[in-house]
Every structure is written in C-alpha cells, then in structure tokens.
C-alpha cells in the first residue's frame, strides 16, 4: 500500500544528493585546474624554502608581494575663480569639457538642409568605423581565445631574470668568511661573556690553574657562539625590520641557514664536550643551559612577553657562574654573588639601550619594556642600580672580598645610581645615552675593584694555622 510512495521519496531524495555530489565534484575540478593554472603561470609564488612546522613559525614568507588596491573613480575637475571685487568670496564652478571644433564649427554655421545632411552622413561613418573596430578587436580577440588560456607566454630567458631577482645563489667567499663568522657569534658580547666567566675563575677561593683557565674560557667562548649563531637564525626576518640588525650575515645573505646552523653546531657541540669533559660535569651542565635559555627560552619570549629581560638576565648571570665552577667544582654563595652582580647590571644596561631603539624593537615586533611598559622600563633600572650597592655590602658578609670593596666600590655604584635616578625622572634619550655609556664602564671597575679586593683562601679559613707541638 504505502511501497510507491516510499519509492517515490527514496527516489527523490537520493537523485537531490547525487545532483549535489556532481555539483561538489565539479567545483572541486574547477578548483584544482585553477591551482594547475595559477603554478604554471607562475611557479615562483609558491613556497619552496622550508617545510617543517618549527620552522614555518619562524620564518615569515609571503606568497605575493603585490598590492590588490581598487581603483577610485576620479572626481569631475573643478575650477575656482575668485572674484577680484571680493576676495572672501569664491564660487565653485563645475568645468566644462571641451567641444570638439569640428562639431563646434558645424554647431554654429546655420542650421539648413545641407548642412544637416552632412552633419548626419559624417555621424554614420565615425559609426560605421566604430562598428569595423568594435568587430575587428572582437575577431582579434577570438582568435586570442583559441590559444592556450591562463597561460603566460614568457621565454626563458626572461624567466631566468625574473626568478635570478626574486632567488640568489649565495656565494660566499672565503676571504670574508672570517668577518662572517664574528659578526654571527656576536663577538663583541662573546667577549663580555669570557671576561665575565674569566672573572668568577679569578674569584674562586682555590689556587689559580692557568691550563684549566684556558680551557674554561675556551668552552664558554664557543658555547656563546652557538647560542648567538642560533639566535640570530631563528630572528632573521624580524632583524631585518631593524635599522639595528638589518646587516646581519642571514638577513644581507653573505651565508646560508644551514650554513649558519652548521657553524653553531660545530662551535655548540665541542664546546660543551669540552666544559664537561676537560673542565667538570658541572660546568658542561651550565654551558648547556645557557645555550637552551637563550635560543628556546629568551628568544621566543622576546615577541611574547617583557618577561623575556628578566630571563636575559639570567643568561647573562650564569658565565660568571660557569667560572666559579670551573675553579672549585661546586657551587656556592660566591658563585650565585657573581652572578647577582651581573643579574643587576644587566638592568640598567639594557633597559637604558631599548629606550633609545623603541622604535626598531616595535618594527620587530619585540614586546620590550621600552616599548609596553616605558614608566617600568625607567623604575627597573634604578632598583637594580641601588641593588648593585646592596650586593657589594654583602659580598664581605659572604667571604668573597675584604670589607674595603664595599667602600672603594661606592662611588661608581653611587654615579650609576644618580644616572638611573636622572633616566627615571627624566626619560628622555640623553639621560638613557648617559646611563648606557655608564654601564660600559662600570662592569669592568666593579669586577676589577672585587678582584683587587679578593679574600685569599688562607684569610677565609681564619688565617694561618698554629704550629705543631714538639
């Protein structure tokens, strides 16, 4: 009784669907002979670089670099004509378009019969020759479509010059590579960073081991260059919105990113097999870290967070650390006393050389204090300029130095002070120059007056030892 209908029904809805499935089939064919079209005429648009996920959110590539704009209908001309009588008054008149003389001229001769006929007959054939153009450009442009469409006809060697713009081969040569290779590991912050660590071996309360000096300095100095080289590879196309970093190696292209991965490796890998192995597990451990915080860490946080100064500073903080180590094996309060020193310097540092490249850091994209927070960029720096003094009073307490480097120590720490307290009142780009230059400086005066100043291994352990009974 009910079968017809039901078969009706189940007909129906089954003929709508497959009408859709066709449907859907088709646009998906017109979607893909579309992309087959848009890669022959063009093949270079496509992304062929890197291809790993890790990668594609470092990188920043763009498919096309052309602007879509929509054109604005131009405004009809107007011309103003000032009245001379009265200068406050001004009519806007709406310029008229020029006549044709032609016209014109047969316009104003009298409007007779002939005249009329003429006038008609030139109207039919400036039209009839419109038509034969309007019919020639339309034949032209069928012939045109019996060609391949979508095509781009281009020769080779024209293809061979647009992609030599868009691609080039990077050819390094050998004599610059040297100049390359420093400016990759950052070699004047590699050289702060072996001098730190050079520093907190001198500090340590043992005997000084001029074999196991160098080969400490040697580690740290190659475990700065890997953690720099990684650096600057992971934020090539952020640097090169930078007027700061914009003639780095990766950005201008003087070397390859697996070139410059490569050389990372190579000083990365020696160098903390080297702090491990020749020097202790210790400070192999240290030299691993650091390279971990500063390329996984400290340089993604730079886009995320002002969080990302304060885990500079702990990158920072740490190669003193790595010398203390190196020296005695252990660590102790000394070790982390070295390492408050350079935590707090970095502060004043930093904070006063972001404040004068704001605008570099906001073209990057980087979330600086500077630039968010400019009132906590200012107050930062003048609390870990008084901490310095703070630091230096305890290093005695602590064992590390006699009770003269508070006092010989106090005069910088009080001018770095003053400066921070002349940056945080004023905020102004001469007061953050002074406080940087300052900077430069200090660190050096500071580690250099706590050397001089050092608690020898015989006064720490409450001087010499009594004389053995007879």
């Known amino acids: 009784m009910y079968k017809t209908p039901c078969r009706r029904l189940t007909g129906f809805v089954g003929g709508s669907v497959k009408q859709k499935l066709v449907h859907s089939v088709l646009r998906c064919n017109q979607t893909t002979r579309g992309i087959i079209?848009?890669?022959?005429?063009?093949?270079?648009?496509?992304?062929?670089?890197?291809?790993?996920?890790?990668?594609?959110?470092?990188?920043?590539?763009?498919?096309?670099?052309?602007?879509?704009?929509?054109?604005?209908?131009?405004?009809?001309?107007?011309?103003?004509?000032?009245?001379?009588?009265?200068?406050?008054?001004?009519?806007?008149?709406?310029?008229?378009?020029?006549?044709?003389?032609?016209?014109?001229?047969?316009?104003?001769?009298?409007?007779?019969?002939?005249?009329?006929?003429?006038?008609?007959?030139?109207?039919?054939?400036?039209?009839?020759?419109?038509?034969?153009?309007r019919i020639d450009s339309a034949s032209q442009m069928v012939s045109?479509?019996?060609?391949?469409?979508?095509?781009?006809?281009?020769?080779?060697?024209?293809?061979?010059?647009?992609?030599?713009?868009?691609?080039?081969?990077?050819?390094?040569?050998?004599?610059?590579l040297l100049d390359v290779y420093a400016r990759l590991a950052k070699i004047k912050l590699t050289a702060l960073v072996v001098t730190t660590a050079a520093a907190g071996f001198a500090m340590a309360p043992v005997p000084f081991d001029p074999v196991l000096f160098v080969v400490s300095c040697l580690g740290t100095g190659l475990a700065s260059c890997a953690a720099n080289s990684i650096n600057q590879y992971f934020e090539v196309p952020f640097d090169s919105n930078m007027n700061r970093t914009k003639n780095r190696p990766l950005v201008r292209g003087q070397i390859s990113p697996l070139h410059a991965v490569s050389f990372a490796l190579a000083c990365g890998l020696?160098?903390?097999?080297?702090?491990?192995?020749?020097?202790?597990?210790?400070?192999?451990?240290?030299?691993?870290?650091?390279?971990?915080?500063?390329?996984?860490?400290?340089?993604?946080?730079?886009?995320?967070?002002?969080?990302?100064?304060?885990?500079?500073?702990?990158?920072?903080?740490?190669?003193?650390?790595?010398?203390?180590?190196?020296?005695?094996?252990?660590?102790?309060?000394?070790?982390?006393?070295?390492?408050?020193?350079?935590?707090?310097?970095?502060?004043?540092?930093?904070?006063?050389?972001?404040?004068?490249?704001?605008?570099?850091?906001?073209?990057?994209?980087?979330?600086?204090?500077?630039?968010?927070?400019?009132?906590?960029?200012r107050r930062v720096a003048l609390r870990h300029s008084l901490a310095l003094m703070g630091l230096a009073a305890a290093a005695p307490a602590l064992g590390v130095t006699t009770?003269?480097?508070?006092?010989?120590?106090?005069?910088?720490?009080?001018?770095?002070?003053?400066?921070?307290?002349r940056f945080y009142q004023r905020g102004d780009r001469g007061s953050a120059r002074r406080l940087f230059f300052c900077s430069l400086w200090h660190l050096p005066m500071l580690l250099l007056l706590a050397l001089t100043c050092k608690k020898r291994s015989g006064d720490q352990q409450g001087g010499a030892l009594p004389p053995e009974p007879h």
């Not at 602007?67 to 009809?76: D, G």
């Not at 210790?282 to 996984?296: E, P, Q, R, S």
């Not at 009770?403 to 307290?421: D, E, G, M, R």
């Open 37 to 133: 079209h848009l890669h022959r005429r063009d093949p270079s648009n496509w992304l062929t670089y890197q291809h790993l996920n890790f990668l594609k959110r470092q990188y920043v590539a763009k498919n096309n670099s052309e602007l879509h704009q929509r054109a604005v209908p131009k405004q009809a001309p107007v011309l103003t004509i000032v009245d001379e009588r009265d200068d406050s008054v001004e009519r806007q008149l709406e310029r008229i378009p020029t006549l044709n003389p032609a016209v014109a001229d047969d316009v104003s001769k009298p409007q007779d019969v002939g005249s009329k006929a003429q006038f008609e007959t030139s109207n039919l054939k400036h039209a009839t020759e419109a038509v034969g153009a």
């Open 403 to 421: 009770w003269t480097f508070p006092v010989v120590s106090l005069p910088i720490n009080l001018y770095i002070s003053y400066l921070a307290l």
């Open 144 to 176: 045109d479509s019996n060609e391949t469409p979508h095509v781009q006809v281009e020769t080779d060697e024209a293809k061979e010059a647009r992609l030599d713009r868009q691609w080039k081969q990077v050819k390094v040569d050998r004599a610059d």
């Open 270 to 377: 020696p160098g903390v097999a080297l702090l491990a192995v020749a020097v202790n597990p210790l400070t192999g451990f240290l030299g691993a870290l650091n390279i971990f915080l500063y390329t996984c860490c400290y340089t993604p946080l730079k886009r995320l967070s002002i969080s990302n100064t304060w885990v500079g500073a702990v990158v920072g903080a740490i190669p003193p650390v790595m010398g203390w180590t190196a020296a005695t094996g252990c660590l102790e309060p000394g070790a982390l006393l070295l390492g408050g020193f350079l935590y707090s310097w970095q502060f004043p540092h930093f904070n006063a050389l972001s404040w004068n490249l704001r605008e570099d850091y906001s073209r990057g994209g980087y979330r600086m204090m500077s630039v968010t927070h400019p009132a906590m960029c």
